[in-house]
């Protein structure tokens, strides 16, 4: 996929090469607190090898621009209940550009073809509202609000919950090209 900017945009396996910009990305806004501990290399290092060896439970995507990553698509995967977690994140510089949306569009559809999943869940706060947009982008449907979930700063704050199943319908986003799936 090229974008306006002539970049090459790609969904990819993740790697354990991909730590350094793993690191980059949660060094690149105060945000990607909630996503995980990564405060070293040594961290990051350790984050993608848990993706990376779950025993299949984790299916971790990196979203690389001209083959660096920039964004990671997670699902969870539940197989007793063939359902999925879905998660996202992305590097500060490469937010607002509709390369998330995307991305997580064609993950989800992929996970619910291909990857044999019934259904997928997410969660995000109610103050991120950019993750629900995504979520919606990516053909979530809202189910519901869990009152007060987290405490953060003294502030209980609500979570939007959201489904996608099989059957519902496919999004209309533009694919991202998977390199190796
Ligand atoms: C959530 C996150 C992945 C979004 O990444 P992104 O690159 O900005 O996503 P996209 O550009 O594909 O789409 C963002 C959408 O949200 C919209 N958006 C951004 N800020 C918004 C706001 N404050 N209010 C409403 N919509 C907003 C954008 O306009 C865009 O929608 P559009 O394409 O229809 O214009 C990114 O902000 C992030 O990594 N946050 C930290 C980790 C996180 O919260 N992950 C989700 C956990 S549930």
């Known amino acids: ?16 090469a991909d730590a350094a910009d793993v690191l980059a990305a949660f060094r690149s806004n105060p945000d990607m607190a909630r996503q995980g501990e990564v405060a070293s290399l040594a961290d990051a290092e350790r984050y993608v090898r848990a993706l990376l060896r779950s025993d299949g439970n984790q299916i971790p995507f990196a979203l690389a621009v001209d083959d660096r990553l920039v ?4 699902v969870t995967a539940d197989p007793a209940n063939r359902s999925g ?3 996202y994140w992305m ?14 569009a064609t993950v989800a559809d ?43 700063d003294g502030e209980r ?21 998977f390199l190796d799936r």
């Not at 974008?3 to 990819?12: F, I, P, Q, Y």
């Not at 964004?71 to 997670?74: A, M, Q, S």
């Not at 590097?91 to 997580?104: L, N, P, T």
């Not at 519902?168 to 533009?174: I, K, L, N």
């Open 1 to 16: 996929m090229r974008n306006t900017h002539g970049a090459d945009v790609r969904l990819r396996s993740l790697r354990e």
């Open 157 to 177: 704050i609500d979570v939007d919950t959201y489904g996608r199943l099989r059957s519902d319908p496919f999004p209309e986003a533009e694919p991202v090209p």
């Open 85 to 87: 977690w879905f998660w």
């Open 71 to 74: 964004g990671l698509v997670c």
């Open 91 to 104: 590097s500060e510089d490469a937010r607002c550009k509709g390369w998330m949306a995307r991305a997580a």
């Open 110 to 152: 992929w996970a619910l073809t291909v990857g044999g999943l019934d259904r997928l869940e997410l969660g995000h706060r109610v103050n991120n509202p950019a993750s629900g947009r995504v979520a919606r982008v990516a053909g979530f449907v809202k189910e519901g609000t869990e009152r007060g979930k987290f405490l953060i």
